[in-house]
């Protein structure tokens, strides 16, 4: 029985790079947006999705931490991908011959130093792959496209150039998630467990919060505020914290933020990916 592992975006997108790199045996199935991932979920078209949540160089997935909450599921992964940038063209197309490129508008600047160097033209796409896919589509032979080489594997491009981002850093993280929950302990593996909390109206309850964590020795690696339902003075916050919630010193950590707070939901615990190493 054939299982499916949603993303965001078109096949080649970097999303679909991220469902290989979660499970390879699963067959990825594209979402157009966020919300229908979700759906793809909630109504079992997929067994298992990847959502984008952060990127080293622009920061946090625009909606992600107001979606996560609302949408039922449980992450049980995470996996980070390199953003490599291929340019790639029609069949039989030199590097000579382009004149133009297209692709996501977060992409260009990434590759600015290589289009100077060749004379290239950059105009903004809506997606890479699907800039890709229009490619593959046409008989252009003077343009080409900024996208992940397994967009060329799956339009039947050709790539001219791999490797041409500015910097080498540039990396997403996304969370494999389930409908399920899996809190079950990996041995050998040092686990993260992420949760949304919102802080009692006291004084001082945020720094009192997140006194547990450092007194009882455990590390937060992301710590983000934002608002909730547009209100000012409603604001949640989103946390990812080395441990699992049975290890003795993270359950003291989160009785003590329970006690700072209105609400606390874990959305998920999983094995840290090995790149945090």
């Given at each position: 029985m054939t299982k499916y592992i949603a993303?965001?975006?078109?096949?080649?997108?970097?999303?679909?790079?991220?469902?290989?790199?979660?499970?390879?045996?699963?067959?990825?199935?594209?979402?157009?947006?966020?919300?229908?991932?979700?759906?793809?979920?909630?109504?079992?078209?997929?067994?298992?999705?990847?959502?984008?949540?952060?990127?080293?160089?622009?920061?946090?997935?625009?909606?992600?931490?107001?979606?996560?909450?609302?949408?039922?599921l449980h992450i049980v992964g995470e996996v980070f991908i390199r953003v490599r940038i291929s340019l790639m063209a029609l069949p039989g197309v030199r590097l000579d011959d382009i004149q133009k490129v297209r692709a996501h508008l977060v992409l260009l600047p990434q590759a600015k130093s290589f289009l100077d160097k060749h004379?290239?033209?950059?105009?903004?796409?809506?997606?890479?792959?699907?800039?890709?896919?229009?490619?593959?589509k046409s008989d252009d032979r003077t343009s080409g496209v900024l996208a992940s080489e397994l967009a060329a594997q799956a339009y039947g491009l050709n790539v001219l150039a791999s490797d041409i981002e500015d910097y080498g850093h540039n990396t997403t993280r996304f969370l494999v998630m389930s409908r399920t929950p899996d809190h079950s302990r990996r041995s050998g593996k040092t686990m993260m467990t992420t949760f949304v909390f919102q802080v009692r109206n006291i004084p001082a309850a945020l720094?009192?919060?997140?006194?547990?964590?450092?007194?009882?020795?455990?590390?937060?690696t992301k710590l983000e505020s934002y608002m909730v339902g547009g209100s000012f003075t409603a604001t949640q916050f989103y946390a990812d914290i080395e441990g699992h919630p049975e290890d003795p010193n993270v359950a003291l950590a989160l009785e003590e933020l329970d006690y700072?707070?209105?609400?606390?939901?874990?959305?998920?615990?999983?094995?840290?990916?090995?790149?945090r190493d």
């Open positions: 993303f965001q975006g078109e096949l080649g997108a970097y999303g679909h790079e991220a469902c290989h790199s979660a499970d390879p045996a699963m067959t990825p199935l594209p979402c157009k947006t966020f919300d229908d991932v979700i759906t793809a979920m909630r109504t079992q078209k997929a067994d298992l999705a990847v959502l984008p949540v952060e990127n080293s160089t622009y920061g946090r997935v625009a909606d992600i931490h107001r979606l996560l909450p609302e949408s039922g004379n290239i033209a950059s105009e903004a796409a809506a997606d890479s792959a699907g800039a890709a896919a229009e490619l593959a720094y009192k919060a997140m006194g547990g964590f450092a007194t009882n020795g455990v590390n937060m700072f707070t209105d609400s606390l939901h874990i959305l998920g615990v999983y094995p840290a990916h090995r790149l």
